[in-house]
């Protein structure tokens, strides 16, 4: 950061914080670009999303969360529900330090999740990004904490998980109650179940907003894997009730 542009932060706190941003969205661009080909979906990631800076971690205060946006079908793109991990072995040179420092990632569904510079302020203008090494690189896995949606998938039987896209299945709360997305009707409406496999039909332009279904879960499935269900029919019965 200049000096100007410091001048500037003092004076105005949301340039201060638009240039911060910015700094550290160079940095995390150049540690990601030096990753080697071979991650190269990883390496897209920063490039094809929205990157809105490193923030407090309290699941591993060590670590800094990576905030990063998915427009469109990006995150059900990169997304990979159980591929944990930890890379380690890249390495940043500090001018402030005088010497190489160690850089962790850590990818929650194959998503850049979290990432620690060792002694460091998170700060472009401590390194120098032309000088980030990939020579001693190593991959393992990483354990995160099971989340709600996963300890659901696990519960269900071997027929319903044959039929479902276990990296289509979400959770989300409704009027303080859990429900499961499974099935994309567009426009941000969408067909659920919950904690009971009750089918419910979530039309945010229709009234009611939600519908319970007079169908079961497995046989709506097979429905749908069968291309037996008829999506423009049901949202024309949902917004003509």
Do not use: C
């Amino acid at each position: 950061m200049t000096f100007l542009q410091k001048m500037f932060g003092a004076i105005s706190p949301k340039y201060k914080a638009d240039l911060v941003l910015r700094e550290q969205e160079k940095l995390f661009k150049a540690i990601i670009n030096a990753l080697p080909d071979y991650l190269s979906e990883i390496k897209r990631q920063p490039v094809e999303n929205n990157f809105w800076g490193f923030k407090k971690w309290s699941l591993h205060p060590d670590f800094k969360y990576v905030e990063i946006t998915y427009p469109g079908e990006n995150y059900i793109k990169f997304k990979k529900r159980g591929e944990n991990s930890k890379i380690s072995g890249l390495k940043i040179f500090s001018k402030r330090n005088n010497k190489f420092e160690e850089i962790e990632i850590l990818l929650w569904d194959n998503l850049l999740w979290a990432i620690k510079i060792h002694n460091s302020n998170y700060e472009a203008d401590e390194f120098d990004l032309s000088s980030i090494k990939n020579i001693n690189l190593s991959q393992n896995h990483f354990e995160f904490p099971a989340r709600k949606v996963d300890l659901f998938y696990d519960q269900l039987d071997n027929e319903i998980k044959q039929r479902l896209d276990y990296n289509n299945v979400f959770d989300t709360d409704f009027d303080g109650k859990t429900y499961y997305e499974f099935y994309d009707l567009e426009d941000g409406n969408y067909l659920a179940v919950d904690e009971n496999l009750d089918v419910y039909s979530f039309v945010y332009a229709a009234d009611p907003v939600i519908a319970k279904m007079k169908i079961s879960f497995i046989d709506l499935l097979k429905e749908i894997s069968n291309n037996q269900f008829n999506k423009e029919l049901h949202l024309h019965e949902r917004y003509k009730s």
